[in-house]
């Protein structure tokens, strides 16, 4: 098992940069690559961000490229998400995941379904 926990969100001013962090427990960090959904009221979940286990592969939705940057610290077993030039429309619950990469290949997904673990989610509300 993996437990994820998600921490950063809040109210934030159109324009604004906070972090999400998400930390792991439970099993090697390192071997899971992970990644950052989000929803928002109304809507279905959607992919955000991805990383793979090294850091060294990233992706992002094209919504987000260019404004926001996954990473993560492995020795911390936390991932990141910095998120700049935030607009009322990235109002939503964000959520972290992660599926095991067993053979350390370092795949990264935008598919909810490959996901194993997810956090409860932290509120990101952006006002404008």
């Known amino acids: 098992q993996v437990r994820l926990v998600e921490s950063g969100g809040g109210l934030v001013q159109a324009g604004g940069s906070p972090r999400l962090s998400c930390a792991a427990s439970g099993r090697t960090f390192s071997r899971y690559a992970m990644g950052w959904f989000r929803q928002a009221p109304g809507k279905e979940r959607e992919f955000v961000a991805a990383?793979?286990?090294?850091?060294?592969?990233?992706h992002y939705a094209d919504s987000v490229k260019g404004r926001f940057t996954v990473s993560r610290d492995n020795v911390k077993s936390t991932v990141y998400l910095q998120m700049n030039s935030l607009k009322p429309e990235d109002t939503a619950v964000y959520y972290c995941a992660a599926f095991l990469d067993a053979q350390a290949t370092g795949v990264i997904t935008a598919d909810a379904g490959i996901y194993d673990y997810w956090g409860q989610g932290t509120q990101v509300t952006v006002s404008s």
């Open positions: 990383i793979s286990w090294s850091g060294g592969s990233t």
